[in-house]
């Protein structure tokens, strides 16, 4: 299974990035085969809208199965929903934290968006 979490680097010791559509990449751990990559998400740091979108789809194609992140808006929840990603959310700590913590059962799937749009 494939997980991504939100990041503000491509180091395991980076911080979980607060914002899913604006993050600025994703960590995908693959936990088959127990390696991890960085996928780049600056192109929608800027954007003036549809980033929270536009990051469903980039997390989807990765094959992931459920985003860690720190907050997520309406139409990104539904884009996720819509590609079976299941959505945890974590207040804090690093990627391999949180890792650690979705591993470890202490991330528990959320029922919908926690912010409104455009925050």
Not at 84 to 106: N, Q, W
Request: glycine share 12%; with cysteine; net charge negative.
């Amino acid at each position: 299974m494939k997980i991504a979490i939100s990041c503000q680097g491509c180091e395991l010791t980076n911080l979980v990035d607060p914002r899913f559509g604006r993050a600025k990449g994703f960590m995908i751990f693959d936990t088959e085969n127990d390696s991890h990559e960085f996928i780049d998400n600056t192109q929608n740091l800027n954007a003036a809208q549809g980033a929270g979108i536009q990051s469903a789809q980039n997390v989807a194609a990765t094959g992931a199965k459920a985003i860690i992140t720190g907050h997520v808006g309406p139409k990104a929840f539904t884009a996720l929903d819509k590609g079976s990603i299941s959505v945890h959310l974590i207040e804090g700590g690093t990627v391999a934290e949180a890792f650690a913590a979705y591993k470890d059962g202490k991330l528990v799937a959320a029922a919908g968006a926690d912010k409104d749009g455009h925050w």
